[in-house]
Nanobody, 124 residues
Framework: QVQLVESGGGLVQPGNSLTLSCAASGRTFTRAVMAWFRQAPGKEREFVSNIGWKSGRTYYADSVKDRFTISKDSAKYTIHLQMNSLKPQDTAVYFC?????????????????WGQGTQVTVSS
């Protein structure tokens, strides 16, 4: 069993930055893909970004491209999401997810494990 624990959420003013982290524990993996999704009140969960654990390949949703950066620390089984130039529409609960077969997918249903989520609120 894998546990994913997110951290780093909070309240931030528009235009500012925030970094989220997600630590995985319970087993090791090599061919996995880790991702960030978010869900705003009344909306469906949406893809934000993902990273190939072995390849380091990254992919971003158009809404966050050029503002957010995903990275990984392989030794610590941790990923980070650096979020710059935050906007009110970035307000959501951000979830970390893990896909163990290596499928580089943006579909939530393809991910095997999920964290509990961390709230990000962008407001003045």
């Amino acid at each position: 069993q894998v546990q994913l624990v997110e951290s780093g959420g909070g309240l931030v003013q528009p235009g500012n930055s925030l970094t989220l982290s997600c630590a995985a524990s319970g087993r090791t993996f090599t061919r996995a893909v880790m991702a960030w999704f978010r869900q705003a009140p009344g909306k469906e969960r949406e893809f934000v970004s993902n990273i190939g654990w072995k390849s380091g390949r990254t992919y971003y949703a158009d809404s966050v491209k050029d503002r957010f950066t995903i990275s990984k620390d392989s030794a610590k089984y941790t990923i980070h999401l650096q979020m710059n130039s935050l906007k009110p529409q970035d307000t959501a609960v951000y979830f970390c997810a893990l896909e163990l077969s290596g499928a580089f997918t943006t579909q939530p249903s393809q991910y095997d494990y999920w964290g509990q989520g961390t709230q990000v609120t962008v407001s003045s």
